[in-house]
């Protein structure tokens, strides 16, 4: 129940396109999702993040979408960009735990 | 803002030496830091939660004498892996929380350990 589940492990899209990246939960205590960017040999970094209370959030080319019925949440990357190959991770996490619980990750590439 | 530095960044070391990696939130007070390991092209894998001024709280399976986490002031904790061998070989990777309440972590640049 504390697993998140992410999908596809591998996307490969052209440049313009759009990268979509799924990820879907049972645990309907977790009120935090966040997407972390993680390149190469480097640390994630937050890349954006939700709450249940809304159905989508963007910032820039980057968009959370939020199914709480359905306990799924996605990221859509806009005009992808190769500079946007990298692996991503889901997460979540509740008010009464401090972990984050990551997705399996999703590695981007983004061809010119 | 909320910058997390990792040092060293990478590190080889001889079997059963012990090695220290420091991790420091650069610009904020993290009330608490987690440590992670991350085996090539997996997912991050959490090993413990740390509190300032509290001992380590460490996931199931991970080795408490092994994995030594001290959390002493609010900008620094510290993994030291004692008496290191080649499983423990890994990236290592820190993440800080400021105020509690508050669900955003951030994660230092990783260190690379080999342990030869």
């Known amino acids: 129940q504390q697993q998140v589940k992410q999908s596809p492990q591998s996307l490969i899209v052209q440049k313009g396109g759009i990268s979509i990246i799924n990820c879907a939960y049972e645990?309907?205590?977790?009120?935090?999702f966040p997407w972390y960017q993680q390149f190469p040999g480097k640390g994630p970094a937050l890349l954006i993040a939700?709450?249940?209370?809304?159905s989508e959030k963007k910032e820039g080319r980057f968009t959370i979408s939020f199914n709480k019925s359905a306990k799924q949440f996605s990221l859509h990357i806009m005009d992808s960009q190769p500079g946007d190959s990298a692996t991503y991770f889901c997460?979540?996490?509740?008010?009464?735990?401090?972990?984050?619980?990551f997705g399996t990750g999703t590695r981007l590439q983004v061809f010119p | 803002g909320a910058v997390v530095s990792q040092h060293p960044s990478r590190v080889i070391c001889k079997s059963g030496t012990s090695v220290k990696i420091e991790c420091r939130s650069l610009?904020?007070?993290?009330?608490?830091m987690f440590w992670y390991r991350q085996f090539p092209k997996k997912s991050l894998m959490l090993m413990a939660t740390?509190?300032?001024?509290?001992?380590?709280?460490?996931e199931q399976g991970v080795e408490k004498d092994k994995f030594l986490i001290n959390h002493a002031s609010l900008t620094l904790s510290t993994l030291t892996v004692t008496s290191a061998h080649p499983e423990d070989s890994s990236f290592y990777i820190c993440?800080?929380?400021?105020?509690?309440?508050?669900?955003?972590?951030?994660f230092g640049p990783g260190t690379r350990l080999t342990v030869t």
């Open positions: 993440s800080a929380r400021g105020k509690a309440g508050l669900y955003e972590q951030y």
């Open positions: 645990n309907t205590a977790f009120d935090y």
């Open positions: 939700i709450r249940p209370d809304v």
């Open positions: 997460a979540a996490s509740t008010k009464n735990t401090d972990k984050l619980i």
């Open positions: 610009d904020f007070q993290a009330t608490t």
């Open positions: 740390s509190n300032e001024g509290s001992k380590a709280t460490y």
